[in-house]
């Protein structure tokens, strides 16, 4: 099959052919009919399977093609995502697949002035991309009028659903008209998904081109027991071992993804680290500059990673696990995409087992377990003891107050530091000793410094783990928009 098959515009076949697209995906062949047959859908792959031209290419069309075409300013198209990084990546492809189309699209999001993104909406546009709590700020404040909106695409659905977004999305839904077209992407396929989807789709066509929450096929899982202390002993050992020139590195925090990036460069490995809590300039230079090869190890935050689009990224790296497990399958599908090959490497600490567990569950199968070879022990910045993984709060996008979002216990709040609790071991670990030093593998001993790991069981069995934000229950308050336009440090207001 080729996109002329699928019954595109003359204009958006010439602009697919220049961005070297020979064939749709499966995703982009699945949905594309459907949408230009005015139908709603709800998608479902994994990430790097070319989710955005599926629906932005027959967007285009359609609002070529409409009559009223350039009779009003507003947007008559409308899409919804989690995060700075993929609203802006969208925007960078609707913009080059509409090259020949004399369409206007804008891009609207937190972390950046609001005001010229006022003058640029009162300009007027075809197609608005959009994070929530600056969507919503800007409607608040009179400056976007989405009552003309036909088309209504929700992208990422299950990070919106994470980031505890579904109070926002019920307000973005109640600005726009009652009759338009609605289309609901996800990388991951959860239960909570299809009941959101049942709340604003209209007898959707299904498009599901691989199983719930699976992974990439072209990508290599494996992972390293390796006790918490030696981790960056050993990512750098692989890094410069295998003479890695990009990798991106996950962390759990914000402020882990620093001290890591400064491990790292410790190390003379150049590092750089993204999390929302980062100014947009310093997002997009460190990106940049991972791109460009200038930077080897990008460390970030889950939230941040959301939008990095890059062919032939070889290397991901769970320097931690996540609490989530849906949010292993986005982490890899950073690698592996549109049809390269790639390596995704986990390093497991003992009182990370339970969350493996819970991943190896949702995937249906183990995770190859690698020996760990002898590795030095180089003179880097000790780990602080920060207690078991479940009491630390995630990266939520920005801003303090880490409400409305998956994950078990409240965390601490931002600006507060990792302290470990009184009697958890507050010893800091000494500087550490000459590179000459090496660490070889203890197989089936667990280190002293694990002591304080969450044992086995400790969840009360059938117990929830921290889903309060997810679906639709609960009296949790959405998440805030004020952030956005500049709240205070200690404001609890978060970013989108």
């Not at 694990?450 to 679906?471: D, F, M, Q, T, V």
């Amino acid at each position: 099959m080729s996109f002329s098959d699928l019954g595109l515009l003359p204009e958006l076949l010439r602009a697919v052919q220049e961005k070297g697209y020979s064939a749709p995906t499966p995703i982009q062949a699945g949905t594309i009919p459907a949408i230009l047959a005015g139908r709603d859908v709800l998608a479902g792959a994994q990430t790097g399977t070319g989710k955005t031209a599926a629906f932005v290419l027959p967007i285009l069309q359609r609002l070529t093609q409409d009559a009223a075409h350039g009779a009003h300013p507003a947007p008559r198209a409308l899409v919804l995502t989690p995060t700075r990084e993929l609203a802006a990546q969208i925007a960078d492809n609707a913009t080059g697949y509409g090259r020949y189309l004399k369409l206007r699209s804008a891009v609207v999001f937190g972390g950046v002035g609001i005001n010229p993104q006022i003058d640029q909406l009162r300009r007027g546009c075809d197609l608005l991309i959009a994070t929530p709590g600056r969507l919503l700020d800007l409607s608040e404040q009179g400056a976007l009028n989405l009552s003309r909106v036909s088309c209504f695409v929700l992208d990422e659905a299950d990070r919106m659903l994470d980031m505890g977004f579904i109070h926002a999305i019920r307000r973005v839904l109640k600005l726009l008209p009652a009759q338009r077209q609605n289309l609901m992407f996800s990388a991951t396929y959860s239960e909570d998904i299809r009941a959101l989807a049942q709340r604003f789709l209209h007898d959707p066509v299904n498009v599901e081109v691989t199983s719930r929450n699976s992974t990439a096929e072209r990508v290599t899982q494996s992972l390293y027991r390796v006790p918490k202390e030696s981790k960056r002993h050993l990512l750098a050992h692989l890094i410069n071992e295998g003479n890695w020139q990009q990798v991106l590195v996950f962390t759990r925090t914000k402020h882990g993804a620093n001290r890591l990036a400064k491990q790292l460069e410790s190390a003379g490995i150049n590092s750089a680290a993204i999390h929302g809590n980062k100014s947009q300039a310093a997002r997009v230079r460190a990106l940049a500059d991972f791109k460009s090869l200038r930077v080897t190890a990008l460390v970030a935050t889950e939230v941040a990673a959301r939008g990095i689009d890059i062919k032939e990224l070889p290397h991901v790296v769970n320097y931690e696990l996540p609490n989530v497990p849906e949010d292993y399958v986005h982490r890899i599908g950073r690698t592996a995409r549109a049809g390269a090959s790639g390596a995704a490497v986990s390093l497991v600490s003992p009182d990370e087992e339970p969350l493996l567990r819970d991943i190896e569950r949702l995937l249906k199968r183990p995770i190859e377990a690698t020996a760990v070879p002898a590795f030095p022990i180089l003179n880097m910045p000790a780990e602080p003891d920060r207690g078991p993984p479940r009491e630390m709060h995630r990266d939520r996008g920005g801003g303090n107050g880490n409400r409305g979002g998956r994950g078990g216990p409240r965390r601490p709040q931002q600006g507060q530091g990792q302290r470990p609790q009184q009697g958890q071991g507050q010893r800091q670990e000494r500087a550490l000793g000459s590179p000459a030093r090496t660490a070889a593998p203890q197989d089936g001993q667990r280190h002293s410094a694990h002591r304080h790991a969450e044992p086995r069981g400790s969840r009360p069995a059938g117990a929830p783990r921290g889903e309060a934000g997810r679906g639709f229950g609960g009296d949790r308050r959405g998440p805030r928009t004020q952030s956005e336009r500049g709240g205070g440090a200690n404001s609890g207001w978060r970013r989108a």
